[in-house]
């Protein structure tokens, strides 16, 4: 039973090596899509020839590439994928997660009134393939457990719905926000106005994602970083921040035994407090 017409947007910075499953995955959706949208943020890759491919193609729902001239940054890409659209709802899945087929079907079923005006799903990291891989399923988790929960502290960005009326009426996202917290500036921005969200576990999505050390300690950094002003008291007092976390995360670590990462971990508190040092200096 269709809750509303949907469609579906995926903002892709050089996503080629993922796009194709994760097309494919949205194909298999036994939720019915209106729209599929590829916003192809500037790619340097083979991400535009994908989508372009697929909106050629013959397909179980139709795809449309939308292309910036440059890279906007993620926000920018959101705002894109609403101004786009034009059903009731507005499903976003980020262009290395895969869908499950009830992946959609779930978060509609949690549309049960007017006062929700979001769901987000569970990402599963899929496939581990080094220690940075390893170090991020431990220490950068995006979800909120196995319990379906109202009003968690926001919904992450990686596969959700919303209502399009409501972002609208939010403003939509802060283009000022280029690579990270766009999630939790939209959640804070719609309980101001009164609404509810809701996140699914049921509504899974698998993480393709390989990192580096170098790419997921600067993924950490943007994380925890997207509202920082730097200066020498900001560096200073995000020093003893970073300090703290990493000792947690050595912590924890050691009391789940993982000895392999343990590395990553004790690097963490000096390559955050040098990523501040130099956006400090750069400013």
């Known amino acids: 039973m269709s809750l509303g017409k949907v469609t579906l947007y995926i903002p892709a910075y050089n996503v080629g090596k993922y796009l194709e499953r994760v097309l494919s995955g949205v194909m ?3 939720y019915h899509i209106e729209e599929v949208l590829v916003i192809d943020d500037g790619s340097l890759d083979n991400t535009s ?5 697929y909106a050629s193609g013959c397909n179980r729902y139709s795809v449309r590439l939308v292309s910036h001239n440059s890279n ?10 609403i101004a786009e659209s034009c059903t009731e709802f507005i499903a976003s899945l980020d262009g290395d997660c895969v869908p499950d087929p009830l992946w959609l079907a779930s978060l509609m079923g949690n549309f049960t009134n007017k006062k929700i005006a979001g769901v987000g799903g569970k990402l599963i990291e899929a496939e581990i393939h080094c220690m940075a891989d390893r170090w991020r399923r431990a220490h950068m988790i995006q979800e909120w457990g196995t319990s379906r929960k109202i009003n968690p502290d926001f919904l992450c960005g990686h596969s959700n719905v919303f209502r399009r009326g409501a972002l609208i009426e939010a403003g939509g996202y802060d283009e000022r926000l280029r690579t990270n917290g766009e999630d939790y500036y939209i959640s804070r921005a719609l309980f101001a106005n009164g609404y509810d969200l809701v996140y ?6 698998n993480h393709l994602k390989t990192d580096t050390f170098a790419s997921i300690m600067n993924t950490a950094w943007k ?3 997207w509202n920082f002003n730097p200066s020498a008291t900001n560096v200073f007092n995000h020093g003893l921040m970073h300090l703290s976390e990493g000792l947690e995360y050595l912590w924890f670590d050691i009391s789940k035994s993982h000895w392999d990462i343990i590395p990553i971990t004790l690097a963490y508190p000096l390559w955050q407090s040098w990523n501040d040092i130099t956006d400090w200096l750069k400013k």
């Open 223 to 225: 994380y925890g970083h």
């Open 28 to 30: 298999e959706q036994t």
């Open 200 to 205: 699914e576990p049921k509504a899974s999505v």
């Open 72 to 81: 906007k940054g993620l926000s920018a890409a959101r705002n894109t994928g």
């Open 49 to 53: 020839h994908i989508a372009t491919r």
